[in-house]
């Protein structure tokens, strides 16, 4: 894959046939001067795209402007170790491709890895991100394939164990089955119905022939596609509840055995028709809303998946590999480069300097002395070192707060949903209707105890369950469809819930109120030129200060030929950006947030840097108090910090110096006092606090712990969602609650009639889908935009 | 009446088959990425390259 010197002169920037102003392969708005591209790596994947002959990608793409700037650092993993050997001696890759948002996209990377000579197959996956590649030789291949995917702009990572729970989805599977065989069923049954409702001349016998039809089809469908509920209904029994599968299992059945009786003895009509309804319409609604929350647990694990890195582990000859983190046992060595974060818990044997943001809170960089334990979850802001790790991922810091967030998790799963509480009290008394209805015909009226079974079916199936399990699911999936389109991302079942009903939001300051990562400070004696340059250097380096200068001037476009000096800087011929010592400058307090730019016969210039408040941190603070919340700050970094930052924003009480138990501490004292605290945080040292939380938020840039602990996590930038989502989640509650007195009330109506034998199946069919329908039709109004 | 021997036998059968093919692409996971599949309909196929046998 490479492109010759002459195909490439052929695609000079100004052939290419595009508005001017953006970048031709990305589409991120140009600065004057620039050609047609953005950076080194966009010219790049642009005569790659082009040279392969797939051009017309930039014809159909609807990415967004400057998803598909190629990284910087090729992909941080060993793709080589991930590639499995078939049977038939080729390989197979499976990576997790983010940045794949359009179908042109899914044409582009296929195209681009088809035209490799060796490779056999790939296939992209648009829903899950996920693309499989096959080829013919060996596993070393899959290096030059994640990269060339990478060099088209996408950033590549392992497709993880997380990613794989939340798409192979055996259950999915197992209700859509379900779902196709019910609705077979249930049409073939109406068709024989129809007939028995029309009918009316029909002789007996032909009655008859049709009513075993109704059961031939009737009976199977019945046992195949309700046995999602008939699991759900026998889980419940077990652990001594009622709820709303039971209340489904009990009427589907109840009403298969009335209609097996009825057919024995030749009656007026069998109801198989409403049974194989109620189970098709149910089984669709909740093929829905499982579809909806699939696609936010896919995009967290994406996320999660970005995240996951892989340690570089020195071997014995003294050379570094690649290997997952997984794979480190206690007492190996790992190297840890400027700006990597740790993986593994460890000791250094030289003073290091570690942004502990995400395990503490602390914003400032802090030095730690050799020999000292360094905690999994930290930045190395000083120059490369090597840490001998003293536990494996299994035993060390993280996976111990894994353990308490599992058995958090578990106190959490007693939140009772309002679908089921409305089930505890509906279930019993719809029964003892019933029960009442077949004694009161039997022997108060006198009739048969086969007629009788008839009107106290009917009162089962008429009250039943359909508005009322579809009541609560409906507006689920319209609120979380429409949370997802602003990116935030409900995972738990139970969350929106529980986000109506929060009246307390407790939040983190550092990464979640600021940025979680240093940010250039305006300064005016610095001239635009001077910070155009040092971005342009900068853009040579991984480190978080270089990072932030590349992001305070993004346009700058890259240098050749920079040389990074691991823990001092970079440096281009006399040209230096670094710290004090390598700038030549004495520095009395150096925070390790400062960086010198030194240019040949001018004084060194100071860049200096600092974790600063999202733009949007007082707007939102002000919105949840408007909301109702009471707002206060919980943090792990120094007084000043937070005091600033809580002036800054507005935000009530707060607390300073919070260690991660202070934090959950805080949790527990709100909830025994009553409270329904919202907490919102993103490090290491919030997990514990989120997990105990009524509700719990993280953002995108958040640790992974701390998003898997979430019960929301907020995609794209900033807090900003955060106050939508609340309203979002009150309103699908209030519209919950109508839908469920909705269907109450129409039982007013039904029963009684039930009660007193006058529904035939068809009242009753009909009763069933227009009462899901005005449901479903209210539920919708909770994705709408305004409120 | 008559009809009906020969009906509600051929309702049923095509009323399977239907069920049959639904049960095969869900089994060849043809629902696992609508999104993609939308999309792909559209896509021009570049000429087949050359395996090298």
């Known amino acids: 894959m490479t492109i010759a010197p002459a195909q490439k002169d052929r695609f000079l920037p100004e052939q290419i046939n595009l508005s001017r102003g953006a970048c031709a392969h990305c589409g991120t708005a140009l600065a004057p001067g620039q050609g047609a591209f953005c950076c080194a790596g966009c010219s790049g994947a642009h005569a790659l795209v082009r040279g392969l002959g797939l051009d017309a990608f930039y014809r159909r793409q609807e990415t967004a402007a400057g998803t598909l700037r190629p990284p910087e650092a090729p992909p941080s993993f060993d793709a080589a170790t991930l590639a499995t050997a078939e049977a038939d001696g080729t390989h197979r890759l499976e990576l997790m491709v983010s940045g794949l948002t359009c179908g042109a996209c899914v044409w582009l990377v296929e195209q681009a890895l088809a035209a490799e000579p060796d490779v056999l197959r790939a296939r992209a996956s648009l829903s899950a991100r996920r693309l499989t590649i096959g080829w013919r030789g060996g596993a070393d291949r899959a290096r030059e394939l994640a990269a060339l995917v990478a060099r088209l702009g996408f950033r590549v990572a392992p497709w993880s164990p997380a990613c794989l729970r939340a798409t192979e989805d055996a259950e999915g599977q197992a209700l859509l089955r379900a779902l196709g065989i019910a609705a077979f069923g249930s049409m073939n049954v109406m068709l024989v119905s129809v007939a028995v409702w029309a009918g009316g001349d029909m002789g007996e016998q032909t009655r008859a022939l049709m009513h075993w039809l109704a059961a031939l089809i009737g009976l199977p469908t019945v046992l195949v596609g309700?046995?999602?509920?008939?699991?759900?209904?026998?889980?419940?029994?077990?652990?001594?509840?009622?709820?709303?599968?039971?209340?489904v299992s009990l009427g589907v059945i109840a009403t298969t055995v009335m209609s097996l009786s009825e057919v024995f003895r030749n009656g007026p009509y069998t109801w198989f028709d409403s049974a194989t309804l109620l189970l098709a319409l149910l089984l669709a609604g909740r093929v829905l809303d499982?579809?909806?929350?699939?696609?936010?647990?896919?995009?967290?694990?994406?996320l999660l998946a970005l995240q996951d890195g892989s340690v570089a582990l020195i071997c014995a000859d003294g050379t570094t590999r690649a290997v997952p983190a997984e794979s480190i046992r206690a007492g190996d060595m790992v190297l840890i480069a400027s700006g990597d974060r740790l993986r593994l818990d460890g000791v250094a044997a030289q003073d290091v300097v570690l942004d502990l943001g995400a395990t503490t809170g602390e914003s400032v960089p802090r030095e730690v002395a050799a020999g000292q334990a360094l905690a999994a979850g930290s930045v190395n802001m000083g120059p490369g070192f090597q840490m001998r790790v003293t536990a494996a991922v299994r035993d060390g810091s993280l996976a111990a707060l894994g353990r308490l967030l599992e058995r958090a998790e578990q106190g959490r799963g007693r939140f009772v949903s309002i679908a089921d509480r409305a089930a505890r009290v509906y279930v019993p008394v719809v029964h003892v209707i019933a029960a009442a209805t077949f004694l009161g015909w039997w022997f108060g009226v006198g009739v048969t105890w086969q007629e009788a079974l008839v009107p106290a079916v009917a009162a089962l199936i008429v009250t039943c369950p359909?508005?009322?399990?579809?009541?609560?699911?409906?507006?689920?999936?319209?609120?979380?469809?429409?949370?997802?389109?602003?990116?935030?991302?409900?995972?738990?079942?139970?969350?929106?819930?529980?986000?109506?009903?929060?009246?307390?939001?407790?939040l983190d300051k550092t990464g979640t109120l600021s940025e979680g990562h240093p940010e250039l400070l305006p300064d005016e004696a610095v001239p635009p030129d001077a910070l155009r340059l040092a971005a342009s250097l900068a853009r040579a380096s991984r480190h978080p200060l270089s990072q932030a200068l590349v992001r305070a001037c993004p346009d700058a476009p890259a240098l050749d030929s920079v040389i990074e000096v691991p823990g001092f800087g970079l440096q281009r011929g006399d040209l230096l950006l670094g710290n004090a010592a390598f700038c030549g400058v004495t520095e009395t307090s150096d925070s390790g947030m400062s960086l010198y730019l030194r240019q040949p016969g001018e004084a060194p210039l100071i860049f200096r840097f600092s974790d600063r408040l999202r733009?949007?941190?007082?707007?939102?603070?002000?919105?949840?108090?408007?909301?109702?919340?009471?707002?206060?700050?919980?943090?792990?970094?120094a007084i000043s910090a937070v005091e600033e930052a809580a002036l800054a924003t507005g935000i009530g009480p707060w607390q300073a110096r919070a260690t991660p138990a202070d934090k959950a501490a805080r949790i527990s004292t709100l909830r025994a006092a009553g409270a329904r605290p919202l907490m919102i945080g993103d490090g290491i040292n919030d997990a514990a606090a989120l997990a105990m939380a009524h509700v719990s938020a993280s953002p995108a840039n958040g640790t992974d712990i701390a998003q898997a602990a979430s019960d929301i996590v907020l995609r794209g930038n900033g807090l900003a969602a955060m106050p939508y989502a609340i309203t979002v989640a009150r309103r699908a509650q209030k519209l919950a609650l109508q839908n469920i007195s909705f269907s109450l009330a129409y039982n007013v109506v039904a029963v009684p009639a039930a009660v007193l034998g006058f529904v035939t199946p068809l009242i009753a069919a009909l009763v069933m889908a227009s009462s899901s329908i005005i449901v479903i039709l209210n539920a919708l109004r909770a994705g709408k935009e305004t409120a | 009446m008559n009809a009906l021997i020969l009906?509600?036998?051929?309702?049923?059968?095509?009323?399977?088959?239907?069920?049959?093919?639904?049960?095969?692409?869900?089994?060849?996971?043809?629902?696992?990425?609508?999104?993609?599949?939308?999309?792909?309909?559209?896509?021009?196929?570049?000429?087949?390259k050359d395996l090298p046998k």
């Open chain 1, 226 to 247: 309700g046995m999602p509920f008939y699991k759900s209904a026998w889980q419940a029994l077990r652990a001594g509840r009622a709820n709303m599968d039971l209340a």
């Open chain 1, 290 to 302: 499982r579809g909806m929350r699939r696609r936010a647990r896919q995009a967290v694990a994406e």
């Open chain 1, 466 to 506: 359909c508005g009322l399990a579809i009541a609560v699911p409906a507006v689920q999936v319209a609120a979380v469809g429409a949370l997802f389109r602003r990116g935030v991302l409900v995972a738990s079942p139970t969350a929106l819930e529980r986000l109506a009903s929060a009246d307390h939001a407790v």
């Open chain 1, 615 to 637: 733009a949007d941190a007082a707007e939102v603070v002000a919105a949840l108090q408007a909301l109702g919340l009471e707002t206060e700050l919980l943090s792990g970094d």
């Open chain 2, 7 to 48: 009906l509600v036998p051929m309702a049923l059968l095509l009323g399977l088959l239907g069920l049959a093919l639904f049960l095969w692409t869900l089994r060849s996971r043809q629902y696992e990425d609508l999104d993609g599949a939308a999309s792909r309909i559209l896509f021009d196929d570049l000429p087949k």
